[in-house]
């Protein structure tokens, strides 16, 4: 139902005016030598042909060419781009409490550009400036609503060319002459921003379902009241928390048999995407039917890189780097693309700059590589965490099965048990879960490097890249030492392409104060 208040977030106006303003420093150089910048306007091209024809009997009024204009041809709804529309986004805190809109809604914005010359020459000026830019996508940033400073990128395809010459002659002949180029840019709508008072007292009654007699009543309760302000460390509380040392294990399982509980496994279910086009068009379209596709994570598994397709995987680690294993080679180089792919389907391309391997390469002792990317993946790109250094020694009981999530070459997410863990040689083993034989694989030549994950609260915690068969064995990534010289890689490789990043591994807490939230 319609607010029946007035809002205008200039959605529209805004991505008109980045659009133009992409094309507003074309320059050609006449026969003369001259070089003069090509003017653009929004306006439809019928009236600019139109003023053209009109003015040709008179050269002191007549329109210079040449010109380009752009306008919008039609608005309508992404149906492929999947949004919660449930979502609230809250954003500027205020004095009285938080600004709060629905989810955004996608739409694609149609754009055309069109191109008027009087020579073949200029045309093709002007189109080879425009056409490397775009491959065919542009991605741009444009302001947000999520607050002062945001940004949202919204993508620019390039969706075909055309030109219109009527006329017979060499590229000097003066004439005019038509290019288009079509256009359509991924935006987002957003509705009524509306302020929610804030929370300033929080009661909290415990309960004791042991007491038969009367399991409903109150045993405790907390009271969590804050200041008049937002000031940090403003409130007092007091509570208790119970933690199982074994959780690691226990939740992982737990999750993902939930997840995947009334789920039959086929192609259908274990597919990450509908579509995954290994060409020159780059296509990938994320499966809705995917069990696992609400994990947080999975938007840092490249599925696909220029060296070698779909092998060699490739995993975030952080912002600007990626980890793979080493043995045979079996990484990226130096000059070589990575693609990650959004939730919303979006293509986000990054090149190698160097890549340094483990010092101590070799099965079970840390086969390793990482790679630094050219510039920092955007916030769309989920960077996996890994498990904390003490988590062998803290939480997990030796020889405890548990369920694992696992992603192999052909973009499946597969289930597997983790069979053991050992301390000693820093080795994870994986068989088949079970109960879930069915979303089993075994390890196949060139899912090396595919990585490996148990889940905690949702998100996939990275433990291993895959280095042998069977199952998909390999190094456990979250011991002491092994933690420690995956930081002095990125260090090193950072020293390699000339730069400091300052990034290391991010680990899970598993603080009982946090990590009991999610038991």
């Known amino acids: 139902m319609l607010s029946g208040t007035h809002f205008y977030n200039q959605t529209i106006r805004k991505s008109v005016a980045v659009f133009g303003t992409i094309f ?23 009236k600019f042909l139109a003023s053209i024809e009109s003015d040709r009997r008179d050269e002191a009024v007549a329109i210079k060419v040449p010109r380009m204009s752009f306008e919008i041809t039609d608005i309508s709804y992404d149906s492929a781009t999947s949004l919660n529309k449930n979502n609230k986004i809250y954003f500027n805190d205020t004095a009285t409490g938080k600004d709060v809109i629905n989810q955004s809604v996608p739409y694609i914005l149609g754009m055309q550009l069109n191109i008027l010359s009087k020579t073949q020459d200029e045309a093709l000026q002007i189109m080879e400036q425009i056409l490397p830019t775009f491959t065919p996508e542009y991605t741009v940033a444009i302001k947000d609503m999520n607050g002062p400073g945001s940004s949202v990128d919204v993508p620019i395809i390039l969706e075909g060319v055309s030109f219109q010459d009527e006329y017979e002659g060499d590229f000097e002949t003066r004439r005019t002459i038509l290019h288009t180029l079509d256009f359509k840019m991924k935006i987002r709508f957003y509705g009524l921003t509306v302020n929610k008072a804030l929370i300033r007292t929080v009661e909290a009654d415990f309960y004791d379902s042991t007491l038969e007699a009367r399991p409903d009543i109150s045993i405790d309760r907390v009271t969590v009241t804050t200041g008049e302000s937002d000031t940090a460390d403003n409130f007092t509380a007091t509570t208790t928390f119970g933690f199982d040392t074994t959780s690691i294990a226990a939740t992982s399982t737990s999750e993902i048999s939930a997840l995947v509980n009334g789920v039959v496994a086929s192609n259908s279910t274990k597919d990450i995407y509908t579509e995954a086009s290994y060409n020159t068009s780059l296509n990938f379209i994320r499966n809705t039917d995917f069990w696992g596709k609400d994990i947080v994570g999975i938007t840092g598994i490249s599925p696909w890189n220029s060296r070698d397709n779909n092998k060699r995987a490739g995993t975030a680690i952080t912002k600007r780097h990626v980890l793979f294993c080493e043995h045979s080679n079996f990484n990226l180089q130096a000059g070589d693309t990575m693609y990650f792919v959004t939730r ?10 160097a890549e340094v391997n483990h010092p101590a390469t070799g099965f079970g002792n840390g086969d390793f590589n990482i790679a630094v990317l050219d510039e920092n993946l955007p916030d769309t790109i989920e960077v996996l965490k890994v498990l904390p ?28 048990n983790v069979t053991n863990i050992q301390a000693s040689n820093g080795n994870i083993s994986f068989g088949t879960a079970t109960g879930l034989e069915d979303w089993y694989e075994s390890a196949i030549l060139y899912d090396s490097a595919s990585p490996a994950f148990i889940l905690l609260n949702n998100e996939a915690i ?38 400091d990043t300052g990034y290391t591994l991010t680990q899970f807490s598993l603080d009982p104060r946090v990590y009991s939230r999610y038991n």
């Open 344 to 353: 919303d389907n979006t293509i986000v391309s990054r090149q190698i700059m």
């Open 24 to 46: 507003n420093n074309i320059r050609i150089r006449k026969y003369n030598s001259t070089e003069e910048r090509v003017p653009i306007s929004y306006g439809p091209r019928q």
């Open 389 to 416: 250094e003490d988590a062998l020694s803290s939480y997990y009981s030796v020889g405890d099965l548990f369920f694992s999530f696992w992603v192999d070459q052909e973009e499946k997410g597969l289930i597997k």
């Open 462 to 499: 990275l433990v291993t890249v895959t280095t042998f068969g069977g199952g998909g064995n390999g190094d456990f990534i979250s011991t002491p030492s092994m933690i420690n010289d995956l930081n002095t890689m990125i260090a090193s490789v950072d020293a390699a392409a000339g730069i």
